[in-house]
């Protein structure tokens, strides 16, 4: 049974920086890419980072860029998001996902398999 399990996240000032986690259980080798997602209430999910297991090759998508980094641990089968210089707008759940060899950050249709979520909140 496939397992994703979010923590790390809490309230931090502006300015502050949050480091997320992701164990992974299960199934673990048939998953190639691995992502971090946000939302927020009433919208649906925005990709955040991605991550190949293969070759660690990361994409960033929208206002994360410079200031997110995705990694992962495979020896931990952990997946991270170390956030930094957090805005407001950086407020909402965050997820982890993975997926089988194709996968799309602006598409989260593309992610089979997902956490239950981290609450993240920024404050000015």
């Known amino acids: 049974q496939v397992q994703l399990v979010e923590s790390g996240g809490g309230s931090v000032q502006a300015g502050g920086s949050l480091r997320l986690s992701c164990a992974i259980s299960g199934y673990t080798d048939s998953f190639d890419c691995l992502a971090w997602f946000r939302q927020d209430p009433g919208a649906g999910r925005e990709g955040v980072a991605r ?4 070759g660690a090759t990361t994409y960033y998508a929208g206002s994360g860029k410079g200031r997110f980094t995705i990694s992962q641990d495979n020896a931990k089968n ?26 799309n950050l602006l598409r989260s249709s593309t992610f089979t398999y997902w956490g239950q979520g981290t609450q993240v909140t920024v404050f000015s």
């Open 51 to 54: 991550i190949y297991s293969a």
């Open 78 to 103: 952990t997946l991270y998001l170390q956030m930094d210089s957090l805005t407001p707008e950086d407020t909402g759940m965050y997820y982890c996902a993975a997926s089988g060899a194709y996968c």
